[in-house]
Structures are given as C-alpha cells and as structure tokens.
C-alpha cells in the first residue's frame, strides 16, 4: 500500500513538472495580449523575442504567466457566481421578481386525510417555479397526523389552520350533513386568507385526494389571461365530469371546451368573483350552490377533453358518491401540451357558440341503436337528440355518461349539449335545434 501511495506521488510530481516546463515554452513564444501578430508593428516584434538578457527574459515571463493566471482565475469567479444562480438549492441566489398579477397560488384544501401527502409531493414535483405557484395548503381539523405530514415540507408550502372548529348549528333533519356544512366554512375562510389576507388577484383551488397532470400548472397559467379579459367566463376547471377512459378522445389532449356547468375538482377563480361570492357564501352544499342560476348568470367555465385531475379519495363526507362507478375511471392526461404556446382565441365566447353550434347542428342525427351497436358509418360527429328530461336521462345512463342535472345543466353541458367518445365517434347528445334555455325544474 505504501509502495502505491509512492508511486502515485512520483507519478504526480513528474506530471506537475511536465505540465509547467510545457507551459513555461508555450507562454516563452507567444505573444504578450494585445500583440497583433505576425503583421504588427517591427518594433514591438523585435522587443518581444528572446534575448540574451536571461534574467529579462525570465521576469517578462513570469509577468505573463502571472497575468494568465489572473484572467484564469476572474474566468473562474464569474463561472462560480453563475453557478450560484442556476443552483435552486442556493438560499442566498437572488429570487426572482414575478409581477403579482402573473402569480397564480394553489390552495390545496385539506383536512384529516394523510394521503394529502400523495397531492402535494406531485404538485411540487411538476411545479414549474415557486415564485410563479405559491402552494397554500389550508387545513381544518386539526387532524395531527395530518398536520405533521404538512408540516414536514417545510418553506416548500405555506400551512394555514382554519381556527374554528366547533359544530354548526343546523336543523335537526340535516345533523348527517354536519360535515358539508363544515367544508363551507373552511372554503369561505380559506379564499379569504388568499384573496384578502396574502392580496393574490387568483387561485387554483384543489382538495387533498387529486393528483394532477404534468400540464396542470401550464394550462392554468395559458388559461389565466382568456379568465381575466372575458367577462362571460367564471372560471376555469381542470376537470371533465365524462372524461373516463373510453368516452375521450386520446389524440386530443390540446381540446378544450367552454360548459355551462360548474365541473370543480381543480378549478380557478379571480379575486373579482370572489368578491362578488362572498358576501353570499352558502352555509352548506357549495358546490351545488355554485351551479345555480343566481350564481352563474349565464357565465360559462373552461374544461379539458382530457381531465388535468385525478380524484383518488374515495373516503370522504360524500360516501363516495359516484366514486365507484365514474370518478375511479376518470383519465389522467399524460401528455404535456404547450398551451402557453398555442392560440386559445377560439374558446371566447365570440368565437366559440356560433362555431360549436354549427357543428353539432349540422352533424346528422342518429338513434340511440345506432350508437349503442356501433352500427354508424363514417368519423362523425353524430348528433342524438333528447327532447326532454327523462329522454335525457335515459339516454345518458344507456350510453354511460353522467345523467344527473343540477338546476337543469347536465355535466359538462354546453347550450344543453353534451359532448363525448362512444366507440371511437364523437357523439353529441343535444336538444332540438332553437334551444334557448336550461329548465331549472329539471333536476
């Protein structure tokens, strides 16, 4: 072993001399910086050639190795000061200054449920730039198996404890729906904090049980400007309530829709709603509060083809209501688009009713046999017409797609159309040509 480490020294040593005895002729040669060469002028040429001045000779060469050195080592400095900033882990780098109205914070609603861990560890993995989506986790509960779980990322998320806790008193009839009327409160409060306490102009709201997309944040971050300058949108959704795998189109990951119907389940909204909300905040059941009429006014979402949210909660104050049958299924997206690239113009409203009923309304018609035996000829679209609630309903729950109503919007529905894959054709389930309204007695 010592016989080694000997060898390697005189290994090193000789190398080391080598080097510099190469270094001492390369830098012998050449000329000093700012020397032009071959061409210049004679009598700097003639100044900078070896003498028989040794002792000259040996200083000038010292002062340009000396210099090289120098230039080395401010390369070296400036290549390290660089890294700093590139390095994320570096506290000390500047941050970067991201103007308020660009910031777009996820609020991850969160009570009792340690697989909130599961959300969040996907949020921050596919999180583009903490500056840009600030992630707020507010929790209820004070569930401390919960809370540790929280706590344990860290400055990574900011922690908000809702501060009340006790029950709410309601009729006798509706003590089974203390929970419901719980997860008012806490949402009230926790948009709150974000748009009046911490002052951000939006947010993506999320519950603890979704897992999201690997575009979830460039969706919503393309999405934000269309939200913000047309005034017949009220928000924009992640989520699309038929979006099992079968009943989408999986080469249409960039499609989007506008619906009249509030789908959740990773959604954004400006501080400009919350404002008008507010002040009328239900005590219970807000997401059915949310797709009344009073509500909506006639105000449309934004929904992808392909869901940017995956519920995995099947335990929850809803019993799992609906959970077996549809949400399990739901697909994921798992290809990134570029929306922040694409021109999303087409989804204003302007654009978007005259080109959408054109196409659903020239598309021929067809009986629910044709679809269900996939007997139809061609690519389509096809249209199925349903002329009442119950031809609705029945149609709907024939063909596997959701067939509840709430205040007369059916999921996903646009203009009372509701647009789907079966076996392969695009279907749309629609009214009579002249629709006008929802009936809010259909539901």
């Known amino acids: 072993m010592i016989r080694k480490r000997g060898s390697l020294i005189l290994c090193g040593t000789f190398l080391f001399i080598t080097w510099n005895a190469i270094l001492v002729i390369l830098l012998w040669g050449r000329p000093p910086s700012g020397q032009t060469g071959e061409h210049g002028q004679g009598k ?8 028989n001045d040794m002792v000259g000779d040996v200083l000038r060469m010292a002062d340009t190795f000396e210099a090289e050195l120098e230039m080395q080592r401010k390369i070296l400095l400036q290549i390290k000061n660089q890294q700093s900033l590139w390095d994320p882990s570096n506290k000390n780098a500047p941050k970067v200054v991201v103007p308020p109205q660009l910031v777009i914070p996820i609020l991850v609603i969160a009570c009792n449920r340690v697989t909130v861990k599961r959300c969040l560890d996907k949020l921050l993995e596919l999180r583009p730039s903490a500056e840009l989506f600030p992630i707020i986790v507010s929790q209820d509960c004070r569930h401390a198996e919960t809370a540790e ?25 509706h003590k089974k729906f203390q929970g419901y009327y719980k997860i008012s409160r806490h949402y009230r409060w926790a948009l709150n904090q974000v748009f009046k306490t911490l002052s951000h102009s939006s947010a993506v709201v999320v519950e603890d049980d979704l897992e999201v997309a690997p575009d979830f944040f460039e969706y919503f971050q393309a999405l934000l400007p269309l939200l913000k300058s047309d005034p017949t949108l009220w ?36 501080r400009e709603m919350w404002e008008e909300l507010e002040p009328k905040w239900p005590a219970s059941f807000w997401d059915d509060w949310m797709r009344q009429p009073e509500q909506r006014r006639g105000r449309a979402c934004i929904r992808p083809e392909i869901s940017r949210t995956l519920t995995f909660g099947r335990k929850g104050v809803s019993l ?26 087409y989804l204003k409203e302007e654009n978007y009713r005259e080109h959408f009923e054109k196409e659903v309304y020239r598309a021929p018609v067809v009986t629910y046999e044709d679809v269900k035996q996939g007997q139809l000829k061609g690519t389509g679209p096809y249209r199925l017409q349903y002329s009442s609630k119950d031809s609705f309903k029945i149609l ?16 996903t529905g646009y203009r009372g159309v509701v647009s789907f894959i079966s076996k392969g054709r695009r279907i749309y389930l629609a009214p009579p040509p002249g629709w006008t309204k929802y009936d809010p007695s259909w539901s």
């Not at 979006?243 to 499609?255: F, M």
């Not at 709907?396 to 999921?411: I, T, Y």
Request: neutral net charge; charged residues 25%; proline residues 6%.
């Open 396 to 411: 709907a729950k024939n063909l596997g797609v959701m067939d509840d109503l709430k205040s007369g919007v059916p999921r």
């Open 44 to 51: 700097r040429e003639v100044a900078e050639r070896p003498t």
């Open 320 to 345: 799992g209501q609906f959970y077996d049958k549809y949400l399990r299924y739901i697909k994921l997206n798992t290809e990134f688009v570029p929306f922040t690239k694409l021109d999303l113009s």
């Open 235 to 270: 928000c924009v959704s992640a989520w699309n309530d038929n979006g099992r795998d079968g009943y989408v189109d999986p080469g249409s990951a960039n499609l989007l829709y506008r619906t009249d119907f509030f789908p959740g389940l990773g959604w954004m909204l400006l």
């Open 149 to 173: 779980v929280i706590g344990s990322y860290g400055n990574q998320v900011i922690h908000l404890k809702q501060p009340v806790l006790s029950d709410i008193a309601v009729r006798p009839e």
